[in-house]
């Protein structure tokens, strides 16, 4: 079970596997109902390997046994996230679910981890080739969002003659 994050990106990816002789079957929102039933039959019935779906979709497939999820693109909803991987390893099944991360897509990885609680493992693929702008996997990062400090101003406004100021 594949899912991206536009419908767009979902005809790309279904045309990819299809050219790279892997049967698949695509669910979004400009698909009529009755598509979207009939892809997801076919997935159910093995008749496809592959089923690429949107988020929107992702909160309507039920179906069992399915050993993976990848996300073509890193949901910008937390929730949408575990929306996605929570399709793989129900019931007591083992399930995998793998995330390609861009550069840019950085922030939303962190905004899971906070939301969930726990660290997704990075690594590099072994045999690809990464450019100068890979994400180097950082074993230092941690799940609890930072505290930011808010700029407060001048540290004597507000403390009147407890201070000694205003004094004669």
């Not at 990464?130 to 700029?151: C, L, T």
Request: charged share 30%.
């Amino acid at each position: 079970l594949v899912f991206c994050r536009t419908k767009q990106r979902v005809d790309d990816v279904r045309r990819a596997l299809a050219a790279a002789g892997i049967e698949a079957a695509e669910m979004h929102a400009d698909r009529t109902q009755k598509a979207r039933v009939k892809a997801l039959e076919r997935f159910r019935e093995g008749k496809v390997q592959v089923l690429v779906a949107t988020d929107i979709m992702s909160r309507g497939i039920d179906v069992s046994g399915i050993d993976a999820v990848i996300n073509f693109d890193v949901p910008l909803d937390p929730e949408d996230y575990v929306h996605r991987i929570g399709r793989t390893g129900r019931a007591g099944a083992t399930g995998r679910a793998y995330t390609f991360v861009a550069p840019d897509e950085l922030t939303p990885l962190r905004e899971i981890e906070y939301f969930t609680g726990k660290l997704i493992p990075l690594w590099d693929q072994p045999g690809f080739s990464y450019d100068e702008h890979r994400i180097i996997p950082n074993s230092a990062r941690s799940a609890v969002r930072p505290k930011r400090m808010m700029f407060s101003g001048s540290k004597m406004r507000g403390r009147g003659p407890s201070r000694g100021f205003g004094r004669r």
